[in-house]
């Protein structure tokens, strides 16, 4: 059994930084690409960013590019999401997802893929 946990969310003020970590364990030996999503209160779920595992290709949505960057370590099994320059509307819960089998990036983008998920973290950025 897949499970990824996030944590790394808080409170941080516009323009400030905050970096949030997934751990995945279970099945971990065939894993192609991980990715972040994110959900504000009243909105839709949003793709924010994804990583292939094992080259590191990122792939960026459009309201984060130049502003977040995607890592992971392959040894940890453990993936990052660095988040600099937030802004009020990133206000929102962060969710760590799995592909369950390899997916094309505009599957991933698009959100409608087949994930494994986190429970999510909440970052609110505010003065």
């Known amino acids: 059994q897949v499970q990824l946990v996030e944590s790394g969310g808080g409170l941080v003020q516009p323009g400030g930084s905050l970096r949030l970590s997934c751990v995945v364990s279970?099945?971990?030996?065939?894993?192609?690409?991980m990715g972040w999503f994110r959900q504000a209160r009243g909105k839709d779920r949003e793709f924010v960013a994804a990583?292939?595992?094992?080259?590191?290709?990122?792939l960026y949505g459009d309201s984060v590019t130049g502003r977040f960057t995607i890592s992971r370590d392959n040894g940890d099994n453990t993936m990052y999401l660095e988040m600099n320059s937030l802004k009020t509307e990133d206000t929102a819960v962060y969710y760590c997802?799995?592909?369950?089998?390899?997916?094309?990036?505009?599957?991933?983008?698009?959100?409608?893929?087949?994930?494994?998920w986190g429970t999510g973290t909440l970052v609110t950025v505010s003065l």
């Open positions: 997802a799995l592909d369950k089998y390899y997916q094309i990036g505009s599957i991933w983008k698009s959100g409608k893929g087949s994930f494994y």
């Open positions: 279970g099945r971990t030996d065939s894993m192609h690409r």
């Open positions: 990583i292939t595992w094992t080259a590191g290709i990122p």
